[in-house]
């Protein structure tokens, strides 16, 4: 039953909405009745939890406005309501910037209305947030920050009189995007060729491809970049380090047993404004392979001097500083349940991922051991850390940014029909495979598993080779710590006898869901859908074939090879770890498949 305080808030967003009686009376909101058991027209319900998830009220007839404070602001709302479809009404006014408090909005329909006004900034902060529908109305002024919405899929806005810059988005994320006839200007970010011009046209001012009128020269740089700056700027590590006044790099002598970093907790806190970095001279040198620089931090608070980053030394980020990362601007490229992640471009142009951890309860020596002992093992297909950060409340890593996006971008790109033909996905899978199972061969005597192994860790370097990422960041479960850090949320229960061994497995796992990601071409992210569940009800009817991805079928795919690979994924997704081969097995089960193919291949005619 749906508690009185859902019930009167919806009949106030409702009434405010039809803003005619007889529609509300025709419509069964009645405030003595059930929206779950009585049926309300236009509410959905996650029955089990009682909760409204869906409002739908298209073409309803509906001359009102839309009065978020009533319905966002009641918490069991906010937490539930998944869904507002209100599309084709005569809706006025304008969207409240109280709606980015219904923070599990994933798609928001207005369009086909009259309502107007700017569409409030607080609605870039709905994260969640894949389906944005505000086309056919007349909302004006710039367009909020968008871009910083990474699961956002379909944006539509066309037929408004919206102006300013189109963000920096990510067109490889959408499946439908559509600015057209607004007044937007300046240059069209890059769209990678996946809209044409449709998309864009009738706005006299817009200009650059996949229009026909090219951008005037000096105009051209920096439009969309600046936005994100904007946006971003600082961000990160004006959030990082406030009540720090001032930073020296200093270069330390090799021997670093005194980076203590739970010193520097004093001059951290979380609030948000931006450090003042004087300048100062530091380099790494090149020739030596592996050096290491602490960077320090002062707190006027306290004025303790406090070690806090360490650069992991390789070629490709010799010379990066400590302060030029404090004042490169950053986006916010995610924010996952451990952690959020940053992209940084520093001034000499190198850019830079950043994961920032929270209240990982590591020790500050423990964790510089971890990473260390985990930057030891070299393998071309996982990313190594670059420089690492730790402060008793939060850890920052820092990783080369690799511009060719994820494994899970790339399925996506296939389920929109993108090439990702059968040979390369063996590749793939041979070539994670092998990485992990050389990490696991090396840091199993001191338990260090990935911990969090999905396709949006696998990541693409420039010659489109797969390589692990964020290796080791999760904490392991402790047996006598009950509190699991990291458990992925497709994971069946693991009863293991030991915490090491459960890790591994559970990299196994991991791995064997991405197997299946490659070969299925379904997501496993996508909500509430069990990929290994679904795959062995399929195999398990003897149907197969129905679980390849069928654009694998529009080459010659060796079946017989897909379906021992798919064996393969069924053993390391089996139920119980202990089940489950090791990585070492798995990878060489696959190095096996690989080499039948390329004889296969070497075979033919
Ligand atoms: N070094 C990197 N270079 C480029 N893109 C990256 C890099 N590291 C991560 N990404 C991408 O940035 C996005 C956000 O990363 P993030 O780690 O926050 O997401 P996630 O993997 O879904 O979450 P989490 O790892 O916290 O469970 C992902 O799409 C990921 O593929």
Redesign the pocket.
Known sequence: VIEAEVRSSLISFLRNLANDPRVAAAADWDVKSDPCVDGWNGIGCDVRNASVTKLRLERFNLSGSLDMGSLCNVPAIASSLARLVLNGNNLGGGVPAQISICRQLTHLQIGGNKLEGKLPDSLATLDNLKVLNVSYNKFSGALPNLSRI?GLRTFLAQDNQLSGEIPAFDFYNFDNFNVSYNNFSGQIPDVGGYFNSSSFVGNPLLCGYPLQNSCPRDKRKGVSGEDVIMYSGYALLGSVLVGAVGFKLCRKKRKTDNVDAENNVSAIDGSGSKPTVPSSEHKTSATRNRSEVSATATSVESGVVSSSLVVVTSPTVNGLRFEELLQAPAEL?????????Y?VICENGAM??V?RIKDWAISGEDFKKRMQRIDQVKHPNV?PVSAFYSSKQEKLLV?????N??L??LLQGTQMRRAFEWGSRLNFAASIAEGLATMHRELRDISIAHG?L?S??I?LTKDMEPCI??YG?MVQYDHQDLTPSIT?TFKPEEKSNSSASRAFSSDVYGFGVILLELLTGKMVHDKGFDLPKWVLSVVQEEWTVEVFDKSLFTEVASEERMVNLLQVAIKCVNRSPEERPSMTHVASMIAAIKEEEDRSLGNEP
Do not use: I
């Open positions: 990474s490229l995610g924010r996952g349940k451990h952690g959020s992640l992209k830079y991922a994961k990313l990783y080369e940014f690799k511009q996006g994820s899970f971008r969090n999905k949006s860790n990541l990422s964020e960041l992925p």
